[in-house]
């Protein structure tokens, strides 16, 4: 007979692609590992406000998947941890787990009294650092699991054995240390996603030096009512209303100097965005710079209905330059129609910045191919290794849920195949 824990799937990262993975072997009656870095599940899309091309909330999907986690004891999860070693052959690994510390217990009831009694402060990273939140603070006020974390900063400060006194619960223990754990998996599948691409490197956009220059990814969040706004639109830099928004596409993406593949999915997230302004702002005039427009298959009907939108003015060329002039900041831009140069003056800039998957940094700890720009380059990585979602291409939240749900399959295969 089998060895019970060689009969396990470890998932590594929880986004879309990997709570895919986990639930569907799991409900197929499988056991699995989830193994993720941040201290909750959910992935990049948690920080979303809306999906194209329905617009609805991430949240509904997400809290589906929470419930069927909590349901399945054939689920196990770990937070702030990664995998550092894998060893082993397909139906036999041994997988090495780094457990970062919480410092915080399953006690917590998330009464908020250790934030009260902390001076602290850290930049908030689920808002992408828009706003600061204590050293003891909750990821995000959906995050699931539901529970405190403290930075390490505060543990290591002269602040940290008041904030633990002001625990009612004695959940919070500054002793806890990081640990190690070996697991014996049958399969392992890889879905820790990407990144943001880093707009600090994108140098003539000036995003770092003017604040009204932001991301994709801070628009998301400045959009959300759990975003540092409570969900209004505003220029960082004096809290007034935008007039005028621009989308500068392919920001980072489609560049040798930089990610030179196009990250497939910003074209329709500007253009959600751009229904975020609308919404906010009826008189708003839009821009959407753009080289060409990537909205595939069904995406095609988004694309269309926002066109319809005679203040969203679509614009085709590459943005070179961004300056700043009495509050206003210049757009330098050749439109490739015309041949012509123009300069264009809006109150707040949005960059499109691509995805640059996780694995070009963090590699998977054992060997795997990859793809010239560190995607993991195939679904079958290895035998009995398998890459879903952002890990292998960048893509859209359907499709990381078909991938993972393949995945689990062939995750499932590995095992029984033994
Ligand atoms: C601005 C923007 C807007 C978007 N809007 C939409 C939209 O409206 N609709 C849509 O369909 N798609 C949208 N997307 C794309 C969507 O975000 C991705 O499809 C989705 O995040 C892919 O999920 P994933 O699981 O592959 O990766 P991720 O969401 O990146 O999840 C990976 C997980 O792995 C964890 N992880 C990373 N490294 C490690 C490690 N070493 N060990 C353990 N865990 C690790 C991460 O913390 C994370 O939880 C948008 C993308 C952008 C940039
Ligand atoms: S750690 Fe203690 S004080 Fe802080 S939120 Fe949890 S229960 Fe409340
Ligand atoms: S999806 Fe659009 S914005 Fe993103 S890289 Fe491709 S073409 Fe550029």
């Known amino acids: ?72 004891p054939r689920i196990r999860f770990f937070t702030m941890a990664e995998v550092t070693g894998i060893s082993g052959e397909e139906g036999n690994f041994n997988a090495t787990i780094r457990l970062n510390p919480r410092y915080v217990n399953e006690k917590c009831t998330c009464c908020g009294k250790c934030a009260e009694a902390c001076s602290m402060e850290i930049d908030d990273a689920f808002n992408y650092g828009m706003k600061k939140v204590k050293a003891a603070y909750l990821p ?17 400060s002269g602040e940290a054995q008041k904030v633990k006194e002001a625990c009612p619960y004695d959940a919070i223990d500054l002793t806890m240390a990081p640990k190690t754990a070996d697991l014996k998996v049958g399969a392992v599948i890889w879905a820790t996603g990407w ?42 830099s004096d809290g007034k209303a935008p007039e005028s928004v621009a989308f500068v596409q392919c920001a980072g993406s489609r560049d040798q100097n930089h990610l030179p593949f196009c990250s497939g999915i910003c074209c329709l997230a500007s253009m959600k965005e751009a229904t975020y302004v609308r919404e906010q702002y009826p008189d708003a005039a839009i ?36 300056t700043q002039d009495k509050g206003k900041l ?38 795997v191919p990859y793809d010239d720009y560190g995607f993991i380059a195939s679904q079958h990585a290895k035998p009995g290794i398998y890459a879903a979602g ?7 939240v359907s499709e990381s849920v078909q991938d993972g749900t393949a995945a689990a399959l062939k995750g499932i295969q590995s095992i029984t195949r033994r």
């Not at 330098?332 to 995805?355: C, F, P, S, W, Y």
Request: glycine share 6%; hydrophobic share 40%; proline share 6%.
């Open 140 to 156: 995000h006020d959906m995050a699931f699991p539901m529970r405190y974390v403290l930075d390490p900063a505060l543990v290591k």
């Open 195 to 236: 990144k943001p691409y880093d707009a600090k490197k994108l140098e003539t956009y000036g995003f770092g030096t003017y604040p009204d220059v932001i991301t994709n990814v801070m628009m998301e969040r400045l959009a959300s009512w759990t975003g540092p706004t409570q969900g209004k639109i505003i220029r960082l």
């Open 287 to 322: 821009y959407i710079f753009f080289i060409d427009i990537r909205a595939t298959d069904r995406l095609e009907d988004f694309y269309t209905k926002v066109k319809k939108d005679e203040k969203i003015h679509f614009f085709k060329g590459k943005v070179a330059k961004i």
């Open 1 to 72: 007979m089998a060895n019970i824990e060689t009969q396990s799937i470890l998932v590594v990262g929880s986004g879309m692609s990997g709570l895919s993975a986990a639930i569907e072997a799991a409900e197929a009656g499988y056991d699995t590992i989830i193994v993720e870095k941040n201290p909750y599940l959910g992935g990049r899309v948690a920080q979303l406000h809306h999906y194209f091309p329905k617009l609805c909330s991430p949240y509904c999907g997400l809290e589906i998947n929470f419930k069927r986690i909590k349901q399945n």
């Open 330 to 367: 210049i757009l330098r831009v050749e439109d490739t129609t015309k041949e012509a140069l123009n300069e264009i003056a809006v109150d707040m800039v949005v960059l499109a910045t691509g995805m640059q998957p996780n694995t070009s940094e963090n590699p998977v700890p054992t060997q």
């Open 390 to 396: 952002c890990t292998r291409t960048p893509t859209g």
